[in-house]
T-cell receptor, first 117, second 111 residues
Framework: GAVVSQHPSRVICKSGTSVKIECRSLDFQATTMFWYRQFPKQSLMLMATSNEGSKATYEQGVEKDKFLINHASLTLSTLTVTSAHPEDSSFYIC?????????????FGSGTRLTVV | SQQGEEDPQALSIQEGENATMNCSYKTSINNLQWYRQNSGRGLVHLILIRSNEREKHSGRLRVTLDTSKKSSSLLITASRAADTASYFCATDDGGSYIPTFGRGTSLIVHP
C-alpha cells in the first residue's frame, strides 16, 4: 500500500534554531500534502496545504514565515520551523493525497515529535 | 474548516467488551474516515465510509453513517488490550476534500 515516510521521528533543538521535517511518498506521487500539528491530548489541526510546484496555503493563524513549507517534487514535501521557540514544541504530522488514488486517498506519515528547549 | 466531534472523550472498558464511539459533524461531506493513533505515534487509517453508504464492516470494526443526523459511529467488537489508543473521525467538507479531525476518543481496554 501507499507509504509516507516522515523524518525525523523525534528532534530536540535549542530555542532560536531551525528544524526541517521531511515527508516522502515512497510508492506514489503526492500531488497534495497536508501538514498538521497536534498538542498533547488534542486533535490534529491543519496548518497548511501544499500542491506540488505551488506555494502553500496556510490556515488562519498559522505564520507562514515561521512554518516554511516546500513541495518541490511529487514525492517530497518539507516543513521548516524557523527560529523555534518552546511554544512550537508539538507533534507534527504530514498527510499525502494522490491524484492517482482519487480524492479519497490519504496516507499519513508517522509524525515528528519536536521539543524546543 | 469544519470539525467532527467525538463522543465520549474517554472510554474505559474490559477486554472482550464492545466499544462504541460517536462522531458528529456540521456540514455536508463527501466521506468520513476513522483513524487510530497510539500514544505519540502517527495515524493509522481504519475505515472510510462514503456519504452514500450507511454501514461498513472491516474485521472487528463496524462503522455507520447517518447523514440526516450528521453523525457516525465506530463499533469495535470483542475489544483487546491492543485496541487501547485514541480514535479520531475525519470529515471533509463538500468542496475541499481536506480531512479535518475531531478531538478524538481515548479508549482504554483493560486486560
Amino acid at each position: 500500500g501507499a507509504v509516507v515516510s516522515q523524518h525525523p521521528s523525534r528532534v530536540i533543538c535549542k530555542s532560536g534554531t531551525s528544524v526541517k521535517i521531511e515527508c516522502r511518498s515512497l510508492d506514489f506521487q503526492a500531488t497534495t500534502m497536508f501538514w498538521y500539528r497536534q498538542f498533547p491530548k488534542q486533535s490534529l489541526m491543519l496548518m497548511a496545504t501544499s500542491n506540488e510546484g505551488s506555494k502553500a496555503t496556510y490556515e488562519q493563524g498559522v505564520e507562514k514565515d515561521k512554518f516554511l513549507i516546500n513541495h518541490a517534487s511529487l514525492t517530497l514535501s518539507t516543513l521548516t520551523v524557523t527560529s523555534a521557540h518552546p511554544e512550537d514544541s508539538s507533534f507534527y504530522i504530514c498527510s499525502a493525497r494522490s491524484r492517482d488514488r482519487g480524492y479519497y486517498g490519504y496516507t499519513f506519515g508517522s509524525g515528528t515529535r519536536l521539543t524546543v528547549v | 474548516s469544519q470539525q467532527g466531534e467525538e463522543d465520549p472523550q474517554a472510554l474505559s472498558i474490559q477486554e472482550g467488551e464492545n466499544a462504541t464511539m460517536n462522531c458528529s459533524y456540521k456540514t455536508s461531506i463527501n466521506n468520513l474516515q476513522w483513524y487510530r493513533q497510539n500514544s505519540g505515534r502517527g495515524l493509522v487509517h481504519l475505515i472510510l465510509i462514503r456519504s452514500n453508504e450507511r454501514e461498513k464492516h472491516s474485521g472487528r470494526l463496524r462503522v455507520t453513517l447517518d447523514t440526516s443526523k450528521k453523525s457516525s459511529s465506530l463499533l469495535i467488537t470483542a475489544s483487546r488490550a491492543a485496541d487501547t489508543a485514541s480514535y479520531f473521525c475525519a470529515t471533509d467538507d463538500g468542496g475541499s476534500y481536506i480531512p479535518t479531525f475531531g478531538r478524538g476518543t481515548s479508549l482504554i481496554v483493560h486486560p
